[in-house]
């Protein structure tokens, strides 16, 4: 379909943004494994301290990337299949909310005022320009989600009798999770830090600050792996050669999402001892429960790709499997998504290991997570974002790909870093090393008393499957902004792989109505939160004091 210039414009500059700012991100991810290795034996290099780095490197490539890639991809799915564009202002106002709120944030964590990492716990204390900015970051995408929701509502009065198309469903899902977990972010981030960051008060209630965090934070992943879900849903049959096994199959592990993606974020808290454990297990069996749609997720697509390489000659209980198009240029975005499906296999296993709360004691604070979580967010969230970013440049800008050879093999070479890398942190934390710990400075310094060789190995391995990560994102880089800036050969244009149905999928309104699942979601939040967050009001000791991430010391004790 043919796009204005104003949407193209817009989409394409909310893929330049956070692309632009994830070289700082992705160099800061490289430091990081060098800082941990024990390489650096120093607190900082050029003036950047490693806490500030890990700072930048999760706040832009978990939060600025993956916000302003769903809002890019939400425009881009919302004006495709219901053939409608955003309205003008309420796109200009969620890009230029979206864009200074970042702007105010950045400032911020590149003064080395705002070091308190992607959680940003209290009591570590950021200047108030990150929390206002991460808040007006939100709000802007706020717009964009309130817009398509108008949007929808039209669309569905004039089709009453027809099935929304799965990825309008899956768009309107991801953003709903978001919306209902940023409200706990943003009273946490208004209410709480930013009256305490300015000094208007004195201290600060952690584990409440913690509790809303992560009412946001777990729902966030689910966030970030949405637009993957999508992609896989609607697009990866089609990139195969083949048909969708079954789009009511995506519509329900889509809803499943919305109930569950929120009240399962005390399992990340199963260490606070504030946190009743009645809770803890009730958390526990609903993270379990998340599993679900991601178990339907894998059939269906493994069926759909069964049957696309059956139709291509593939033969036998596994051969079929080289029938795929893994490194074809014609169809390079297959190999960025099925590359994501094959880490995510790895992060969902371990992420089992997290929602036990007898297991997560084992690996609670060590290497493990981050190990985990790299699976998750570098693995299908991160491949299917810059392959699509690719995929939409060269569509909205009519250009064709930079080095398409390169783009082909970019996917596989970032997999084998992720796997090395992973493997690495896992091995390490299994170990008993921590994470968020400058290593080189003691644990992995010869001349320090705490240097322990047992972690060397392992760190070692993250160092790396760190370096091939950061090869593939370079090359990544040189692809798309050598797309970016070549010359044009082709009109502007916005079309999507669109995957046809297998089965033919009848209406059941049932999974094409928004109102029960919503009540449903609301019911179960209120069972899962009411008595976690009365847990974090009454069993809380003194408010903390700030303090700073390298420092043992409160920030008002200092004379």
């Known amino acids: 379909m043919n796009v204005s210039r104003f949407l193209k414009n817009i989409i394409l500059a909310e893929l330049f943004v956070p692309v632009l700012l994830l070289t700082i991100g992705i160099y800061h991810g490289l430091m990081q494994v060098i800082y941990r290795a024990g390489v650096i034996h120093q607190a900082a290099v050029a003036k950047l301290d490693y806490y500030q780095g890990l700072t930048l490197h999760g706040v832009i490539n978990a939060v600025v990337l993956t916000t302003f890639f769903a809002v890019a991809f939400g425009h881009a799915t919302i004006a495709f299949y219901l053939k409608q564009e955003p309205h003008r202002k309420a796109s ?20 080395g005022k705002a070091s308190v990492l992607y959680t940003f716990y209290p009591p570590l204390k950021a200047h108030p320009a990150f929390y206002i900015g991460t808040a007006m970051l939100i709000v802007g995408s706020w717009v964009a989600y309130w817009d398509w929701c108008i949007i929808y509502v039209r669309w569905k009065r004039e089709h009453r009798d027809i099935n929304t198309p799965l990825a309008v469903i899956g768009t309107l899902v991801n953003f709903t999770i978001w919306f209902v977990c940023t409200l706990a972010v943003a009273y946490e981030v208004l209410v709480l830090l930013v009256p305490w960051s300015m000094g208007w ?3 600060v209630n952690v584990v409440l600050a913690r509790t809303l965090f992560w009412f946001f934070g777990h729902a966030l992943v689910y966030f970030w792996l949405l637009p993957s879900y999508i992609m896989f849903y609607t697009m990866l049959p089609k990139l195969a050669g083949g048909k969708l096994y079954s789009a009511t199959a995506g519509r329900i592990a889509f809803f499943l999402f919305l109930l569950l993606s929120i009240p399962i974020g005390v399992h990340h808290q199963f260490g606070d001892p504030s946190i009743g454990r009645g809770i803890k297990l009730t958390q526990s069996i609903l993270t379990f429960g998340v599993a679900v749609p991601s178990f339907i997720t894998a059939f269906t697509i493994a069926a759909s790709l069964e049957y696309a390489a059956r139709l291509r000659g593939g033969k036998g209980l596994y051969r079929w499997i080289w029938k795929l198009p893994f490194f074809r240029k014609d169809v390079f975005l297959f190999g960025y998504l099925i590359n994501g499906l ?6 969902g296993l371990t992420g089992l290991v997290n929602a036990s709360y007898s297991l997560n004691n084992v690996v609670h604070n060590t ?16 491949l299917a974002i810059i392959g699509m970013s690719i995929f939409l440049v060269s569509q909205l800008t009519g250009k064709k790909i930079f080095l398409p050879a390169i783009n082909t093999i970019i996917p596989y070479l970032w997999t084998v870093g992720v796997l090395i890398f992973s493997a690495g942190l896992m091995w390490g934390g299994l170990m008993g090393e921590p994470r968020r710990t400058n290593m080189g400075l003691t644990y992995l310094n010869p001349a320090s008393e ?9 760190s070692m391995l ?21 797309t970016f800036f070549r010359k044009k050969t082709s009109p502007s244009t916005l ?28 019911l179960i939040i209120l069972m899962a939160y009411i008595p976690a ?14 303090y700073q991430p390298s420092d043992p010391t409160p920030v008002i004790m200092k004379k």
């Open 462 to 482: 993250g160092l790396a499957g760190g370096g091939i990560m950061f090869i593939a994102g370079f090359l990544y880089f040189i692809v798309f902004f050598g």
């Open 450 to 458: 705490q240097f322990h060789s047992y972690w060397v190995i392992s």
């Open 367 to 382: 290497s493990f997570i981050p190990g985990h979580f790299h699976l998750t967010v570098a693995g299908p969230v991160f």
């Open 342 to 347: 094959i880490l995510f296999i790895f992060g």
């Open 201 to 203: 008060t004195a201290g």
């Open 533 to 546: 967050i009365s847990d974090a009001l009454n069993n809380t000791g003194r408010k903390a004091p700030p």
């Open 495 to 522: 079309d999507l792989p669109v995957s046809e149905s297998y089965h033919e999928d009848k209406r059941v309104p049932l999974f094409d109505t928004f109102r029960p699942w919503l009540v449903l979601m609301v």
């Open 92 to 111: 200009m106002l969620s890009m230029v909310l979206m864009v200074v709120g970042t702007l105010m944030a950045a400032a911020a964590m590149l003064a």
